[in-house]
């Protein structure tokens, strides 16, 4: 069965550094999805992008964010100068599309560390 | 906006007993809802989905829930829990529009005894 695919699976980075997270989505789906979940807390939402643009993010996606889907493969997520509450493990979801009723699937996680 | 309680953070159950995880949800419009599992160090893997089709849902690994308006909520059950059950699991909610977000409830992690 197809799968989203996330790599790294564990990235360490010092505190103010960029750092890029990546994932090959499902082939043939169109809406991609990042979430993060903090040690112990809830998964939660970032950001959507559909036809290589943006259509929703949250108020934690803020201009430190970024996502590119720069090929017709890879989606990635940029975080341009980390922090130490940036540190969680952070899922990438592709969803099919046209329908609410299809489910997002997700991939395996990256554990961002900031030290 | 939508949200969702997932009441109990743990859960302990005997091998071959029931299972139930309950989960009440928040929505201003009739909601897809899911529940996901997480086992250690992997990622999170659907178990079944409500789309408004029929209100009793099964799922995988003979997990179902059923939707309940009235009460907003969409308890998960199994009928007899099995060593392999042990996992963390999340109910979410999302709109019907194709991009919407899923909202997830804190999650409640399954012990099994056995």
């Known amino acids: 069965e197809p799968e989203v695919t996330q790599t790294p699976s564990h990235q360490v980075t010092q505190m103010g550094q960029e750092v890029i997270l990546r994932c090959v989505p499902i082939s043939n789906h169109l809406y991609f999805y990042w979430y993060r979940q903090i040690l112990g807390q809830k998964v939660e939402f970032l950001v959507s992008f559909y036809n290589n643009e943006i259509s929703e993010k949250s108020e934690i996606f803020d201009d430190q964010f970024s996502v590119e889907r720069p090929d017709g493969s890879n989606f990635t997520l940029k975080i341009r100068s980390t922090k130490l509450e940036d540190s969680a493990m952070y899922f990438c979801?592709?969803?099919?599309?046209?329908?609410?009723?299809?489910?997002?699937?997700f991939g395996d996680g990256t554990r961002l560390s900031i030290l | 906006a939508q949200s969702v309680t997932q009441l109990g953070s743990h859960v302990s159950v005997s091998e071959g007993a029931l299972v139930l995880l309950r989960c009440n949800y928040s929505s201003s419009v009739p909601p897809y809802l899911f529940w996901y599992v997480q086992y250690p160090n992997q990622g999170l893997q659907l178990l079944l989905k409500y789309t408004s089709a029929a209100t009793l849902v099964k799922g995988i690994n003979g997990f179902e829930a059923e939707f309940k308006k009235s009460e907003t909520s969409f308890h998960l059950t199994k009928p007899s829990a099995h060593m392999s059950d042990a996992a963390e699991y999340f109910c979410?909610?999302?709109?019907?529009?194709?991009?919407?977000?899923?909202?997830f409830g804190g999650g409640t992690r399954v012990l099994v005894k056995p």
């Open positions: 979410a909610v999302s709109g019907k529009a194709a991009g919407n977000k899923l909202t």
């Open positions: 979801a592709s969803r099919e599309g046209s329908q609410g009723l299809q489910p997002q699937h």
